[in-house]
């Protein structure tokens, strides 16, 4: 039951969100977190796994897409009729294809020579869209109507509710079948591969079939993750393939922490939550997204999932109480001397008039306003800087061990 019980969590966490969450912007954002989920877990098996860094990984994510338009619109046009609720596995097998042409080659450099030829691909295969029209569609892309194929219990999948039905028992599948790897022979030869390749390779094991192993898996995924977002938004670009793609899996795999099954998973729901949200809310939301994954690589290089697992010394000992004190005491200038921040750089964006700022109406020709925020910016960083010493001294007696 201790193994059993995450897995049962995730589950009914699943099943429960679109109770929860029942609107069609709801649905529609649960939507996205599935599809980014399988996607970040399918990054993170390259990089937390295997220590690739990839610039391409939007390949897999885009072909398994195109291929799963492709299967919807052969449907369409009277080609081979079979479930929707299989094309996610169409996708998948196209993306392994891909992996597996590509990574023998690729898989035989490691560092920033896999980081470049990753690049190059991916440059490659997002220019190869404008110009074969025949399968990407060119500029318009290719489209496709997921209603039409059989229905399967009943439902038709022309409601987002019965795409994230499917994409939540994908999802989970996926979820727990890139955990199981990461438990074999081979995901463990990952690991070493990925700390030492020297020492395995003296060891006797073929180290770039090591890393291809993994990089065919993850091409997988990353093309299940592909047809699951062709089916929720019915059409492909060539955006899809280009390294806007591949930089935000890997966002979501920094801000939510490379060095843990998990943390992708956590980075994808913030990162889907700020693009969905956020941008509902401000034009510089891309700044703010920017300025999270650097603050991120600079202060929690293990991501948000570190920043929880370093809490679990001080919950065993019956010590976590005593940090909420110190952590308010520093985390509300430090929010304060964001948000003021944040505030200036709206009203600098503005430029004239007035601007609301989490309801307050700041007028930038009014000099109190910009005087205000600058103000509070420079006193609350300076609170900040004064509870520093309190909070570390906090920090190391809640963590230190006991004395015999």
């Not at 992996?99 to 898989?107: C, E, K, N």
């Not at 190059?120 to 404008?130: D, I, N, P, S, T």
């Not at 194929?149 to 038709?156: K, T």
């Not at 509902?280 to 290089?301: D, I, Q």
Request: glycine share 12%; with cysteine.
């Amino acid at each position: 039951m201790k193994h059993l019980l995450p897995w049962i969590v995730f589950a009914l966490l699943l099943l429960m969100l679109p109770w929860l969450f029942p609107s069609v912007l709801g649905i529609s954002i649960l939507n996205e977190m599935a599809i980014a989920i399988v996607f970040a877990l399918s990054y993170n098996m390259l990089l937390g796994q295997g220590g690739m860094l990839s610039f391409g990984h939007a390949v897999y994510f885009g072909l398994g897409g195109f291929m799963a338009a492709h299967a919807l619109l052969g449907m369409e046009l009277g080609g081979p009729i079979f479930s929707v609720t299989l094309i996610p596995l169409v996708a998948g097998g196209f993306g392994l294809l891909a992996a597996v042409l590509i990574g023998s080659f690729s898989t035989r450099r490691a560092g920033t020579a896999f980081a470049m030829i990753s690049l190059g691909v991916g440059e490659l295969l997002a220019a190869l869209a404008l110009i074969l029209v025949s399968f990407f569609g060119g500029e318009a892309g290719i489209s496709g109507d997921r209603s039409l194929g059989p229905a399967f219990l009943g439902a038709d999948f022309a409601q987002d509710s019965q795409v994230y039905a499917l994409a939540a028992v994908w999802t989970f599948v996926s979820t727990l079948a890139m955990y199981l790897f990461t438990q074999t022979p081979a995901g463990r030869m990952a690991n070493a591969v990925r700390d030492n390749p020297e020492r395995a390779a003296f060891l006797g094991y073929n180290v770039q079939r090591v890393r291809l192993l993994s990089f065919i898996v993850s091409g997988f995924f990353a093309g299940v993750a592909g047809g699951l977002f062709a089916l929720h938004y019915e059409i492909l670009t060539a955006q899809n393939l280009s390294t806007t793609t591949s930089g935000n899996v890997l966002l979501m795999s920094y801000i939510g922490g490379v060095g843990f099954f998990t943390g992708p998973m956590i980075g994808a729901v913030v990162l889907t939550l700020i693009n969905s949200v956020l941008s509902h809310y401000t034009e510089l939301w891309l700044l703010y997204l920017g300025l999270s994954f650097v603050l991120t690589v600079m202060f929690l290089p293990q991501g948000l999932t570190g920043l929880l697992m370093m809490h679990r010394t001080p919950w065993r000992r019956g010590r976590l109480r005593s940090l909420l004190r110190p952590y308010l005491l520093t985390g509300i200038p430090a929010t304060l001397c964001l948000f003021s921040v944040f505030a200036l750089l709206e009203m600098l964006h503005q430029g004239s008039g007035s601007v609301m700022f989490f309801g307050l109406a700041l007028n930038t020709e009014q000099p109190w306003a910009w005087l205000g925020a600058l103000l509070l910016a420079i006193a609350a960083a300076y609170g900040w800087r004064r509870s520093l010493p309190s909070l570390r001294e906090a920090w190391r007696s809640a963590s230190q061990e006991d004395a015999p």
